[in-house]
């Protein structure tokens, strides 16, 4: 299992929100590129950037803070927020990001996530921001009926490789992740999914790769010191060391 640091801009900083409100924000880093040297000196393999303004936006922002993040680490990293269009994802590989995560548009237009995968296969992930189940879109500031199950589904038989999949209510609270969620999604797909929110501790790590998680996204719980990401990386490692 993979530990992505998070890494989200707004305004050109590294912020944390709580359950994705934009008024419960915290500040982090002027430069995120200082955040993201950070995490990979503490041994990150890729990083999770979230471009917020975009994601609301509905297109790219925060290009130049991205750009100064793949200028300074040379770990992969993915990127999300405000990618709708083709051309969209042709800008973001050609600044050096190495895989995109399709959010509203995967609701909007699912013919757009076939036409990526099938041009960049497994480069493509489809971000699940669920909240009591049900798929937000445009920043998670709106809300459809969509169950993140039925639509993953439907998009891992198109061949998408890899879902991020968020439960809202907890992102940022540190009250720990929707395992339930987790492991009904990891149930019904053959795909990787990468848990995202509520993770605060070892232990919350430990029950995500359990379930059979494929990566597991750390923000608060990094930025706040709860979590140590160079001893988080160490447990991973351990437990899926041969015995």
């Known amino acids: 299992m993979i530990l992505y640091p998070a890494i989200d801009i707004r305004g050109g900083r590294c912020v944390r929100l709580v359950e994705g409100d934009f008024d419960r924000e915290t500040s982090y880093d002027s430069d995120p590129s200082l955040a993201a040297c950070r995490w990979v000196e503490a041994g990150a393999e890729w990083l999770h950037v979230v471009d917020l303004d975009g994601a609301v936006e509905g297109k790219p922002i925060n290009g130049q803070a991205i750009a100064q993040i793949r200028a300074a680490v040379d770990v992969p990293m993915q990127l999300g927020g405000g990618l709708r269009l083709l051309t969209d994802l042709e800008d973001a590989f050609s600044a050096g990001v190495d895989r995109a995560i399709l959010g509203t548009v995967a609701l909007r237009d699912p013919e757009l996530v076939i036409s990526a995968v099938a041009r960049w296969g497994d480069r493509i992930a ?10 937000a879109t445009d920043g998670w500031l709106g809300q459809t009926d969509a169950r993140a199950v039925e639509v993953a589904q439907r998009l891992a038989r198109s061949r998408v490789r890899h879902f991020v999949y968020t ?5 940022g609270t540190l009250t720990g992740p929707n395992l339930q969620g987790l492991s009904e999604l990891i149930e019904h797909i053959d795909a990787g999914v990468i848990a995202s929110g509520g993770i605060a501790s070892l232990e919350d790590i430990t029950a995500v790769a359990t379930i059979g998680a494929s990566g597991a996204i750390i923000g608060r719980a990094l930025y706040d010191g709860r979590i140590d990401l160079a001893e988080a990386i160490a447990l991973v490692e351990r437990s899926e060391a041969p015995r």
């Open 126 to 135: 489809v971000a699940l921001d669920a909240r009591d189940g049900r798929l």
């Open 167 to 171: 439960d809202i209510r907890r992102d």
